[in-house]
T-cell receptor, first 113, second 113 residues
Framework: KQEVTQIPAALSVPEGENLVLNCSFTDSAIYNLQWFRQDPGKGLTSLLLIQSSQREQTSGRLNASLDKSSGRSTLYIAASQPGDSATYLCAVDSGGSNYKLTFGKGTLLTVNP | NAGVTQTPKFQVLKTGQSMTLQCAQDMNHEYMSWYRQDPGMGLRLIHYSVGAGITDQGEVPNGYNVSRSTTEDFPLRLLSAAPSQTSVYFC????????????FGPGTRLTVT
């Protein structure tokens, strides 16, 4: 059974710092990995999706990397801002059509002004 | 596009009552899923559908029923609510395929007393 772990569970940084969130998964036979953002009391917003054949994806200040063979992904946030404060969730698709995701428990990020 | 919509936003039920959580999407997505989110547990898949008339069980299906009579709608029924079903429920949809993102609704917060 696929298991997804996110470390750390919570992270507090000063504004402007670069930071890395980590995600690991036990079964490397994945089709893609997706990073989401969740604001308190809200739904999930997709940030980046990396297909299994890709090594990384970038969107603005966000960069996600994938090392499928070692079962790891990182989300790099450059020049963090207070508006980045949220819970970041990592999810893997082991089925191939991205409708049966296995989620990690998330990292709660606080960026202090 | 409204995306994925869910109603109600909040609901309180007594043990043993039944209810239906509504989910609709206007993106013509074939695949739809229901997840529940509990503190310390992350999101877990309840049921999913790969098209109208086709549904299947996810990781935690007990106590829930689904049906998919149209592409747009995917309601989740609680047959006899239990306190263990207190959770936040998210509906999601996707086009499917390894490069297709999954889109989430805003969630329904359910409390069973």
């Amino acid at each position: 059974k696929q298991e997804v772990t996110q470390i750390p569970a919570a992270l507090s940084v000063p504004e402007g710092e670069n930071l890395v969130l980590n995600c690991s998964f036990t079964d490397s036979a994945i089709y893609n990995l997706q990073w989401f953002r969740q604001d308190p009391g809200k739904g999930l917003t997709s940030l980046l999706l990396i297909q299994s054949s890709q090594r990384e994806q970038t969107s603005g200040r966000l960069n996600a990397s994938l090392d499928k063979s070692s079962g790891r992904s990182t989300l790099y946030i450059a020049a963090s801002q207070p508006g980045d404060s949220a819970t970041y969730l990592c999810a893997v698709d082991s089925g191939g059509s991205n409708y049966k995701l296995t989620f990690g428990k998330g990292t709660l990020l606080t960026v202090n002004p | 596009n409204a995306g994925v919509t869910q109603t109600p936003k909040f609901q309180v039920l007594k043990t043993g009552q039944s209810m239906t959580l509504q989910c609709a999407q206007d993106m013509n997505h074939e695949y739809m899923s229901w997840y529940r989110q509990d503190p310390g547990m992350g999101l877990r898949l309840i049921h999913y559908s790969v098209g109208a008339g086709i549904t299947d069980q996810g990781e935690v299906p007990n106590g829930y029923n689904v049906s998919r009579s149209t592409t747009e709608d995917f309601p989740l029924r609680l047959l006899s609510a239990a306190p263990s079903q207190t959770s936040v429920y998210f509906c999601a949809s996707t086009n499917g395929g390894t490069g297709a993102e999954q889109y989430f609704g805003p969630g329904t917060r359910l409390t069973v007393t």
